[in-house]
């Protein structure tokens, strides 16, 4: 695609629930980042997936977040056992390499949990 | 500790008026320094890139200044329009590792 789609754009759901949020990057992007940004805050780093490295994970706040990326495009974002605290953007970022290119990032998935 | 520090956390400006936000930084050490823009709901896009040795570098109306001696960095918006409203943000990479450290952000409100 053009860009970097993430979906869904909102979701709410009940503390204690499970949710996933997805990510299409652009095609032919190594790098995949996620990144979660609460209100009025910067963006908090997640993880990072390049190519068929181990991703870097040193950025999920705890265990039950997780993320995989299926065949090097696809990502998802795992949140389980949700909590308000987890209410924030999550945004999706990729881009060709990690150095002197710029990201190229989605809209994001507005997370409520209520 | 790594950090990058923006100024003023907020603006108002009248359109058609220049302005410059700040950002100063502590990251090191440094490969390059970028400034996004980011609209209220929309994820950042980026305005520009520059590595230590780049002094300024223009898109448009945007301006970025850079002094890696000081550690400082300006974003110079000319000739602001309604369009530029957003929130400016200030991004720092370390040269040791892929994470960028991220400023929270200038938000510019231009009112006609």
């Known amino acids: 695609g053009a860009g970097v789609s993430q979906s869904p754009s909102n979701k709410v759901t009940e503390k204690g629930k499970d949710v996933e949020l997805r990510c299409d990057p652009i095609?032919?992007?190594?790098?995949l980042y996620w990144y979660r940004q609460s209100l009025g805050q910067g963006l908090e780093f997640l993880i990072y997936?390049?190519?068929?490295?181990?991703?870097?994970k040193s950025g999920l706040p705890s265990d039950r977040f997780s993320a995989e990326r299926t065949g090097g495009s696809v990502s998802t974002l795992t949140i389980q056992r949700t909590q308000q605290e987890d209410s924030a953007v999550y945004l999706c970022a990729s881009s060709l390499a990690n150095r002197l290119y710029g990201y190229t990032f989605g809209s994001g998935t507005r997370l409520t949990v209520v | 500790k790594n950090q990058v520090e923006q100024s003023p956390q907020s603006l108002i400006i009248l359109e058609g008026k220049n302005c410059t936000l700040q950002?100063?930084?502590?990251?090191?050490?440094?490969?390059?320094l970028r400034w996004y823009k980011q609209d209220t709901g929309r994820g950042p896009v980026s305005l520009t890139i520059?590595?230590?040795s780049e002094n300024t570098k223009s898109n448009g109306r945007y301006t970025a200044t850079l002094d890696a001696d000081t550690k400082q960095s300006s974003l110079h918006i000319t000739a602001s329009q309604l369009s530029d409203s957003a929130s400016y943000i200030c991004v720092v990479a370390p040269s040791s590792n892929y994470q960028l450290i991220w400023g929270a952000g200038t938000k510019l409100i231009i009112k006609p």
């Open positions: 095609s032919g992007h190594t790098a």
């Open positions: 520059m590595t230590f």
């Open positions: 950002c100063n930084y502590t990251v090191s050490p440094f490969s390059n």
């Open positions: 997936f390049q190519g068929n490295s181990a991703p870097d």
